[in-house]
C-alpha cells in the first residue's frame, strides 16, 4: 500500500527537477511558442532526440527490439538529410522495466541532455508515470504501443493502437466466431486491469459470459494455479493481457495442461512475432493475436522496411507491431517538425493534426485532437514458422476513439 504514495512523491519531485533544470537552461532556439524556455539546441547541425525503452528486467524481452526500430529509423532519416537539415543524436537511456525509473530518465532526458522529443515506454504503468513529467515540461513523448485507451495527453502522441482498434475489434471477432464465453489472464498493472474492464462491459452488452478473472505480477513464471482455473472453466477462449515474460511460462503450462488453440483459443493483444520465439512455437502456434501489423503485411513499404531491419540486424530477426509503431513514430515526428518548420512542442502540436505517413503498416494519420492515430486492426494467427498471417483486417484505418465515445455499452468507464 505505502509503493504508490512514494513513487506518486518521486515522480512530483523528478517533475518540479524537470521544470527547474529546464528553466535554468535558458532561452535557446528551441522555445516553445507559448514562450516557456527550453534547453533543446537546434544552433548547430544536429538535434537530440531520447529513447527510453527497458533494456533490463522483465520487459526487456519487448522492449530491446522496438530501440533496435527507432535506431533503425534515425539511421534512415539521417541518411535522407535529417529533419529540418540537421542530424539527429540519439541519447539512450534504460526504463530498467520500473515505471520510476521511466519518470527519472524521462527528466534527465528532457532537462539535463535537451532532447527535442523522447520516443519511448511499454507499460501503461510507465506512461503513467512519464506523463506529468512531459506535461509539467512542456515536453514530447512518442508512446509506441497498444494501450488500454481512457487517456490523451497534449504531451503525448501514441501511435499504437487504442482501444477500439485492438481489444474492441478482437472482441467483435470472437463475436463472430461463435464465441460464448471468456476467461480473462493478465499482468496486473494498468493496462490490463482497465482492458479487462472494458471487455467486461462490451461482455454484458453482447451476451458473452466472463468466467474468470485472474492478474499474475509481471515477471510471473508460476502459472499452474491459473491455468487449472482456465481449463476447469470450459470457456470458449481465453483474452490474454500478459506483458513481458510471463507468456513464456503461461503458454508453457497452457501447453501440458493440454490445452490447444483448436479447443480453447487464446488472443493475445501483447504477443508480437518477437515474443513469440521466446514462447516458443510449439507452445503458441494456431493462437490468435489483435494488433495492427505483421511481419507478413503485404506492401512495398513493408517489404522495405523487412529487408531494412534484417540488413541491419540480421536475416534471422522478425518484425513486430510495436516496433513498426516506433518506428513510425520517428518518422511521424519528422514530418510534424518539418510541416512546423521547428522542433519546438507547441509548434510540432499545432501542426500534427493531419499528418500522414506511408508506414509499414498502412497509410496512418494523426488526429489533432487526441494525439492518436488512425489504424488498420488485424485479427492474426501464429503460423508454425514463428510468423503471425493475418485471419482478419478492419480493411481500413480505424479513427481513433480513446474514451470509446462512439460505444454506448461504455458509458461511464472514463469516470
Keep these: 500500500m505505502s509503493v504508490v504514495p512514494r513513487r506518486a512523491l518521486r515522480v512530483t519531485a523528478l517533475l518540479s527537477t524537470a521544470?527547474?533544470?529546464?528553466?535554468?537552461?535558458?532561452?535557446?532556439?528551441?522555445?516553445?511558442?507559448?514562450?516557456g524556455a527550453s534547453c533543446v539546441d537546434t544552433s548547430g547541425d544536429s538535434v537530440k532526440v531520447g529513447f527510453l525503452n527497458s533494456l533490463s528486467g522483465t520487459m526487456a524481452i519487448s522492449e530491446k527490439t522496438v530501440n533496435d526500430s527507432l535506431n533503425l529509423a534515425v539511421e534512415q532519416i539521417n541518411a535522407a538529410g535529417g529533419v529540418n537539415g540537421k542530424k539527429l543524436q540519439v541519447v539512450t537511456e534504460d526504463?530498467?522495466?520500473?515505471?520510476?525509473?521511466?519518470?527519472?530518465?524521462?527528466?534527465k532526458l528532457i532537462s539535463s541532455d535537451c532532447v527535442a522529443a523522447v520516443f519511448g515506454g511499454w507499460t501503461s504503468s510507465s506512461r503513467k508515470a512519464m506523463l506529468p513529467v512531459f506535461e509539467g515540461a512542456n515536453a514530447l513523448l512518442f508512446y509506441p504501443?497498444?494501450?488500454?485507451?481512457?487517456e490523451s495527453s497534449p504531451n503525448i502522441f501514441?501511435?499504437?493502437?487504442?482501444?477500439?482498434?485492438?481489444?474492441?475489434?478482437?472482441?467483435?471477432?470472437?463475436?463472430?466466431?461463435?464465441?460464448?464465453?471468456?476467461?480473462?489472464?493478465?499482468?496486473?498493472?494498468?493496462?490490463?486491469?482497465t482492458a479487462n474492464k472494458i471487455i467486461q462491459a462490451y461482455a454484458k452488452a453482447n451476451g458473452i459470459e466472463v468466467k474468470g478473472e485472474e492478474y499474475a505480477p509481471l515477471g510471473h513464471t508460476d502459472f499452474a494455479t491459473i491455468v487449472n482455473k482456465v481449463k476447469a472453466s470450459g470457456a470458449g477462449a481465453v483474452f490474454n493481457t500478459l506483458n513481458g515474460d510471463s507468456n513464456v511460462a503461461f503458454f508453457k503450462e497452457y501447453k501440458n495442461a493440454g490445452l490447444t488453440a483448436a479447443a480453447m483459443p487464446v488472443v493475445s493483444v501483447s504477443i508480437a512475432e518477437e515474443e513469440v520465439g521466446g514462447v516458443g512455437v510449439d507452445n503458441l502456434a494456431g493462437q490468435l493475436t489483435a494488433w495492427n501489423y505483421y511481419?507478413?503485411?503485404?506492401?512495398?513499404?513493408?517489404?522495405?522496411f523487412v529487408q531494412a531491419f534484417k540488413a541491419k540486424y540480421g536475416a534471422g530477426r522478425v518484425t513486430s507491431d510495436p516496433m513498426e509503431a516506433a518506428y513510425t513514430s520517428l518518422w511521424l515526428w519528422k514530418a510534424m517538425a518539418e510541416k512546423a518548420k521547428s522542433f519546438a512542442p507547441d509548434d510540432i502540436k499545432k501542426a500534427a493534426g493531419g499528418t500522414s505517413y506511408d508506414s509499414p503498416e498502412g497509410t496512418v494519420t494523426v488526429n489533432g485532437e487526441n494525439h492518436h492515430i488512425a489504424k488498420t486492426a488485424l485479427i492474426g494467427k501464429v503460423g508454425t514458422d514463428g510468423l503471425i498471417y493475418t485471419e482478419w483486417s478492419s480493411g481500413k484505418p480505424i479513427e481513433p476513439d480513446p474514451f470509446l465515445k462512439g460505444y454506448a455499452w461504455a458509458g461511464g468507464l472514463s469516470s
Excluded: H
Design 158 to 193: 501514441y501511435t499504437g493502437a487504442t482501444t477500439n482498434q485492438q481489444i474492441v475489434p478482437a472482441l467483435d471477432y470472437l463475436k463472430e466466431k461463435g464465441v460464448k464465453s471468456l476467461f480473462l489472464v493478465g499482468s496486473d498493472y494498468v493496462f490490463p486491469r
Design 145 to 150: 504501443v497498444q494501450y488500454e485507451g481512457l
Design 295 to 304: 511481419q507478413t503485411v503485404d506492401s512495398p513499404a513493408n517489404k522495405a
Design 95 to 107: 526504463g530498467a522495466s520500473e515505471p520510476t525509473v521511466f519518470a527519472e530518465k524521462a527528466g
Design 19 to 35: 521544470v527547474l533544470v529546464a528553466t535554468a537552461c535558458g532561452s535557446k532556439t528551441g522555445d516553445t511558442a507559448s514562450g
